[in-house]
């Protein structure tokens, strides 16, 4: 499994810019107008990673296959969106489909791109997206609540309900276990959807930061955000890597905003990555973290699970140092793990299964 993030934000806060920089691609239209993005664009990016490119050469494999994750550049969101104004059943039904939330915010000035609200404003265009979708969410769950409806669900489904819609009309975060959130999850609920908050920031203030940052910053100190320039993402994603590597050192950037993006991702998802290496094909597999052996090999084939015997583990960086599974073998680091065993990120995994 990948996973799936929806890029979303007022109109015209360089929501298609980013999407294109991200998946090197001119596949969303940027245009200096409201919902010049009706249909979501899709773009589904390698997650690449330097540990696979290790294996596949030490395995000398003929194939390498990176995990990787899909981004989706969802229309503008505007006041109102949870009664329809705008594109706002199209913009709520589109997020319902992600796993996680990119709000992105403009945190620029510019004459020549108008802003929706005629101010620049990130921590109000971000309390605009989060009422919408709060306000989406009481509609679900009070439609859900409703008496003829209440005779399909348990006891334990209406108190779960119950609970949310008073969060929901205090406004408050709906706080919920692990169950909780798959049952919410499952009747689509948008508010309890992991996020980032990404400000899209001009070249010069990157690095340090500006007033609209900062305001952010103020706001919002438990979530996660992240600085992007999507402008310096979009001409980033036209260059060769020697290219892309000579000018990011000339303007001081460390990390390209793909890579933030995917760290912070797999953090916010709580992911890791496993891999499978050998002369057919080295392979990078996404999983939750705390997944156990058998459903760590289901990601690889579902009926590896039920004929699941036991699993041969290297540390990808016991791996590398002694070139081979074998060498490992022979230097005592590879691992018989059984049924209990949790997967570790940057497992390398042998699974042994009944025909």
């Not at 229309?75 to 969106?81: E, N, Q």
């Not at 510019?110 to 990130?122: F, L």
């Not at 499952?186 to 070249?203: Q, R, T, Y």
């Not at 065993?341 to 995994?349: A, E, N, R, T």
Request: some cysteine; proline content about 3%.
């Amino acid at each position: 499994m990948g996973f799936k993030c929806g890029i979303v934000g007022l109109p015209n806060v360089g929501k298609s810019t980013l999407f294109n920089a991200l998946t090197a691609s001119k596949n969303a239209e940027a245009a200096n107008f409201p919902f010049c993005t009706i249909d979501p664009n899709i773009g589904i990016v390698d997650v690449i990673d330097e540990r696979l490119d290790q294996l596949s050469k030490l395995s000398n494999s003929k194939k390498k296959i990176y995990t990787n994750i899909t981004f989706v550049d969802i229309a503008g969101l505007v006041k109102g969106a949870s009664k329809g104004e705008g594109l706002g059943n199209k913009f709520l039904s589109h997020i319902r489909e992600v796993d996680a939330i990119i709000h992105l915010v403009r945190c620029f000035d510019s004459e020549k791109i108008t802003h929706v609200n005629s101010k620049i404003s990130p921590s109000s265009d971000l309390e605009t997206i989060k009422t919408e979708i709060v306000l989406s969410d009481l509609d679900v769950v009070q439609k859900k609540l409703e008496k003829g409806k209440k005779k399909l669900l348990t006891d334990k489904e209406i108190k779960i309900l119950e609970d949310a819609l008073n969060q929901l009309d205090k406004n408050q975060k709906v706080d919920v276990n692990n169950e909780e959130e798959k049952f919410l999850s499952s009747i689509g609920l948008l508010s309890i959807k992991p996020k980032i908050i990404v400000c899209n920031i001009d070249e010069e203030n990157l690095s340090i930061g500006n007033q609209y940052t900062e305001e952010v910053k103020n706001k919002y100190p438990d979530e996660k955000i992240i600085n992007i320039c999507a402008d310096i993402e979009d001409q980033l994603s036209g260059l060769d890597k020697n290219e892309k590597e000579a000018f990011m050192q000339d303007i001081g950037l460390n990390k390209t905003g793909l890579k933030q993006l995917i760290k912070e991702g797999y953090d916010l998802l709580k992911l890791d990555t496993f891999f499978t290496s050998g002369p057919e094909e080295s392979r990078a597999w996404t999983i939750r973290k705390n997944t156990l052996a058998p459903k760590a090999a289901s990601v690889i084939h579902t009926d590896f699970e039920k004929n699941f015997i036991r699993a041969e583990a290297v540390s990808c960086e016991d791996f590398i140092k002694y070139g081979s599974a074998e060498k490992c073998k022979e230097n005592g680091k590879l691992r018989i793990e059984g049924k209990d065993y949790i997967v570790k990120d940057g497992d390398v995994l042998y699974f042994r299964v009944n025909p």
